[in-house]
């Protein structure tokens, strides 16, 4: 049974850093193309960025240039440093599987002031 436990969230005025982490328990993490998504109140949730099992990443537009996604095989973790961020930035962070095909964790608040 895979888990996944997203911390690092807070609150940060426009133009500040975060660093969102998650860590993966189960089966297969390093082979795993994994990504981090996000859901703003009352809106869908969205992927931001993906890495693959090599390192690959791709980045929705939003973020592209602001948001880096890096991941640790050895560890089990997946991060997303995120600077420059905006009031349009506030919501839920989550990681999963790129597909979204494991159990969702409770994410982690990210909350940008203007």
């Known amino acids: 049974q895979v888990q996944l436990v997203e911390s690092g969230g807070g609150l940060v005025q426009a133009g500040g850093s975060l660093r969102l982490s998650c860590a993966y328990s189960?089966?297969?993490?390093?082979?795993?193309?994994m990504g981090w998504y996000r859901q703003a109140p009352g809106k869908q949730r969205e992927l931001v960025a993906s890495?693959?099992?090599?390192?690959?990443?791709n980045y929705a537009d939003f973020v592209k240039g602001r948001f880096t996604v890096s991941r640790d095989n050895a560890k089990n973790t997946v991060d997303l440093q995120m600077n420059s961020l905006k009031p349009e930035d506030t919501a839920v962070y989550y990681c999963?599987?790129?597909?979204?095909?494991?159990?969702w964790g409770q994410g982690t608040q990210v909350t940008v002031s203007s």
């Open positions: 890495i693959t099992s090599k390192g690959i990443t």
């Open positions: 189960g089966i297969a993490f390093s082979i795993k193309a």
């Open positions: 999963n599987n790129l597909g979204g095909s494991a159990p």
